[in-house]
């Protein structure tokens, strides 16, 4: 299983949504609220001994939801907090009219296979 499988299986299964990589595409193909997306963040190479040591991938979790629902952002962060430790940050998407709540995390040895 890669890395991006398992961040997806874990925050769909624990939080019980729908969620994509990346982004929906359109507009009109997103599911209603809540839902989530989620990308690869740059880093997470560990360099040592003049080479590179180990590679954490760095991940963005962003739970999109029409109102700010704490019990709903909790239960992702249970979910994310299995893959590693982690940020919580939030934002407003006027456009969407989304509350979004956005988990920053390093996915860490043990939590997920390596690509």
Known sequence: MTS????????SDLAR?????????????EPEFPFFVYRRTDGGEVFADDGLHATMPRYEVTLYAAEA??????????????LGPYSRGWEYDPEREAFMTIFSFTLCKGAGDED
């Open 4 to 11: 991006d499988e398992k961040v997806y299986i874990t925050i």
């Open 17 to 29: 949504l729908p969620g994509a990589r990346m982004t929906w595409g359109p507009r009109s193909c």
């Open 69 to 82: 629902d704490p019990d709903l952002e909790d239960k992702v962060a249970d979910a994310v907090s299995t």
